[in-house]
């Protein structure tokens, strides 16, 4: 069955540090694997998509995530995280045509 | 850029009655969707909805539940005798196609506690 786990509930990091957010998935065939962000109060905001091609996808507020077929994962990075920044992001996998969610995880940055 | 819209954004219902939750989906858009996020937990499928029909459920969609598109704008949900664990958030969502190598745009959601 097609699942995402998301082993970090929580993450605190600083502002201006680097920042990786994990995500595993399982699906049999080759994934279309995405994150969204969601700020408080607000929906789902897409950050980024992996289809096919380059394994690398560059996604909006400077986020890129790398699709790594042989590990079954899709990490979320950013060189530089900012205050702005602190949501909480999912990992999704589509599967029978639909999404299927990973439990999220929650970021904080400190000032 | 085009938004899925959701009403309302909070409700606060007594156990046993019945709430409908109302989305208005991107206007060019063909399918939609309603997903459940209990507070805590993952975001989790309900039902998808494409050409006047039901294209997909999941288990949790069961006859509490039904979905109706009773114009050319909007998509509701429809809780019948809620029960304390309806108690999340739901998010609507709309493509122009089916999802798959497609993107769905959600809105805000709507919080729905169920007293």
């Known amino acids: 069955a097609q699942s995402v786990t998301q082993p970090d509930i929580h993450i605190t990091v600083s502002e201006g540090a680097s920042l990786e957010l994990r995500c595993n998935y399982s699906?049999?065939?080759?994934?279309?694997l995405f994150w969204y962000v969601q700020s408080p109060g607000q929906g789902l905001q897409l950050l980024l998509k992996?289809?096919?091609?380059?394994?690398l996808v560059q996604g909006i507020k400077g986020f890129e995530a790398e699709f790594k077929r042989s590990q079954s994962s899709f990490n979320l990075r950013k060189p530089s995280v900012h205050w702005s920044d602190a949501a909480e992001y999912f990992c999704a996998v589509v599967g029978a045509y639909k999404y299927i969610f990973g439990t999220g995880t929650r970021l904080k940055v400190l000032a | 850029e085009p938004e899925v819209t959701q009403t309302p954004s909070h409700q606060v219902t007594q156990m046993g009655q019945e709430v409908i939750l109302r989305c208005v989906p991107i206007?060019?858009?063909?399918?939609f969707y309603w997903y459940r996020q209990i507070l805590g937990q993952k975001v989790e499928f309900l039902v998808s909805?494409?050409?006047?029909?039901?294209?997909?459920k999941s288990e949790i969609f069961d006859d509490q539940f039904s979905v109706e598109r009773p114009d050319g704008s909007n998509f509701t949900l429809k809780i019948r005798s809620t029960k304390l664990e309806d108690s999340a958030m739901y998010f609507c969502a709309s493509s122009d196609q089916a999802a798959g190598a497609n993107v769905l745009t959600f809105g805000a959601g709507s919080r729905l506690t169920v007293l």
């Open positions: 206007s060019n858009h063909l399918y």
């Open positions: 699906y049999g065939a080759t994934p279309y």
């Open positions: 992996y289809f096919s091609g380059d394994t």
């Open positions: 909805f494409y050409n006047n029909e039901i294209s997909e």
